[in-house]
Nanobody, 123 residues
Framework: QVQLVESGGGLVQAGGSLSVSCAAS????????MGWFRQAPGKEREFVAS????????RYGDSAKGRFTISRDNAKNTVLLQMNSLTPEDTAVYYC????????????????WGQGTQVTVSS
């Protein structure tokens, strides 16, 4: 089992920046690719970003490209999502997820999920 706990969400004005963090425990963190997903009210959960086990490869969803950066620290068992140039459309609950081995964009590919952290962007 892998336990994931997100933190760092909150309220930010449009155009601002915010970072959310995910702390992992329970298994060898470096064996897991990590992903960030988000779900806005009334919408399906969508892929935001993912990072490989070593951190050398990343992928981004269309909404995140050029604005968000995913990174990880395997020594601290954490993964970070830095979000810049936020808009109200980024308002959502942000979820951290983990899967063995290779990174993926697919929601169904991930085995472990955190409880989510709310990010609200005001106009």
């Amino acid at each position: 089992q892998v336990q994931l706990v997100e933190s760092g969400g909150g309220l930010v004005q449009a155009g601002g920046s915010l970072s959310v963090s995910c702390a992992a425990s329970g298994r060898t963190f470096s064996n897991y690719a990590m992903g960030w997903f988000r779900q806005a009210p009334g919408k399906e959960r969508e892929f935001v970003a993912s990072i490989s086990r070593s951190g050398d490869r990343t992928r981004y969803g269309d909404s995140a490209k050029g604005r968000f950066t995913i990174s990880r620290d395997n020594a601290k068992n954490t993964v970070l999502l830095q979000m810049n140039s936020l808009t109200p459309e980024d308002t959502a609950v942000y979820y951290c997820a983990a899967r063995r081995n290779f990174l993926s964009n697919g929601i169904d590919a991930y085995d472990y999920w955190g409880q989510g952290t709310q990010v609200t962007v005001s106009s």
